[in-house]
């Protein structure tokens, strides 16, 4: 997407940007292994700012190859991809289900929730699964009962999204349960979670906790950065770009501070804006170069394996379009 030179100057514009004006960490264990680790802290203001040399230190420490593993030796899966392709997933957080029998349009119970993982656990060309939301069980704990529906029915890697602060625990605890133990999910890991950014420059709590804990066990980490261009965050693709992947960093280094080697995936799902509406937008030409650009540039400059959206569509309706 774009040559040599347009990537060193924008590496250079992320550790600026990481240096200069830093990152929101409201979580105070994370504020003080970052600042015994070398970076500037505020805790008045929970602000961190990373020196170029031990940000990059830090960096090194990620694996550039990692594995996801299923309950079977033919789900486990090499990233990067051994052939070169791709890996691919079903789509996480869905609260609506059509029916296939009927076509009617419904919200998510827990037995589609099931259907959805056995489906997933057959098809050839889905390589992990995450899960739908169910709207029949307690709200407090959706993420959990999800979670525990989807691991029963299926053989293949499942990818985990918190929902809050107090289900990472339980949620740690199921995946610990279903690989034998810390020791058993560190050597073959079942599952990974996702953690997010708070774009722009910023980090909920929640998301610093699921890298704590998951970092501690050795589970694998998605770290995404979700900006929108235009609203959220620059609204140029270089600019939107060098937002998420400054906010990757972070998490990256947050990471190895806590546990070096820890595996972690850089994951910038790009999302443009319609300005007219106001609209997210997911699958626009911007979102897509945007995406293009966000990879190569992580891949290239800083040597990580990385996790995006393919091509979808935004139309509302289920159309020749979609």
């Known amino acids: 997407f774009f040559d040599e030179n347009q990537l060193n100057l924008m590496k250079a514009r992320v550790f600026e940007l990481l240096e200069r004006r830093g990152v929101k960490m409201a979580h105070p264990e994370v504020l003080n292994r970052l600042q015994k680790a070398g970076a500037r802290v505020d805790n008045d203001t929970s602000m961190v700012r990373f020196h170029n040399d031990s940000l990059e230190a830090n960096l090194r420490l990620a694996p550039r190859k990692i594995t996801l593993a299923g309950r079977t030796e033919e789900n486990r899966l090499e990233i990067p991809h051994p052939d070169g392709t791709f890996h691919t997933r079903t789509n996480t957080g869905g609260q609506s289900w059509i029916e296939l029998e009927t076509g009617n349009y419904r919200p998510v119970i827990a037995a589609d929730v099931a259907e959805w993982a056995r489906l997933a656990d057959k098809l050839e060309h889905i390589d992990f699964g995450a899960f739908p939301v169910p709207s029949d069980v307690p709200p407090a704990s ?22 809050t602060s107090e289900s990472v625990e339980y949620l740690i605890d199921l995946s610990l349960l279903a690989a034998g133990g810390a020791k058993e999910l560190k050597a073959n890991p079942l599952v990974s979670f996702i953690t997010c950014s708070l774009t722009p420059l910023e980090f909920k709590a929640m998301d610093l906790d699921i890298i704590l804990q998951c970092a501690r066990i050795g589970i ?46 850089a994951a910038p799902l790009i999302f443009s804006t319609d300005m007219m509406s106001g609209r997210s937008l997911q699958s626009s030409v911007e979102s ?32 020749e379009q979609s």
Not at 301 to 314: A, E
């Open 142 to 163: 959706v993420d959990v009962h999800a979670l525990n529906l989807i691991l029963k029915n299926i053989d293949k890697h499942v990818w985990v999204q918190p929902y």
């Open 288 to 319: 897509i170069q945007g995406a293009a650009l966000a990879v190569q540039f992580i891949k290239n400059s800083f040597k990580l394996t990385t996790h995006t959206y393919g091509i979808g569509t935004d139309s509302p309706a289920l159309d």
């Open 220 to 265: 694998p980490l998605h770290a995404c950065s979700l900006p929108g261009a235009g609203t959220t965050a620059p609204v140029t693709v270089p600019g939107v770009v060098i937002l998420a992947a400054a906010e990757i960093l972070a998490m990256i280094a947050v990471s190895q501070v806590v546990q070096p080697g820890s595996p972690i995936i």
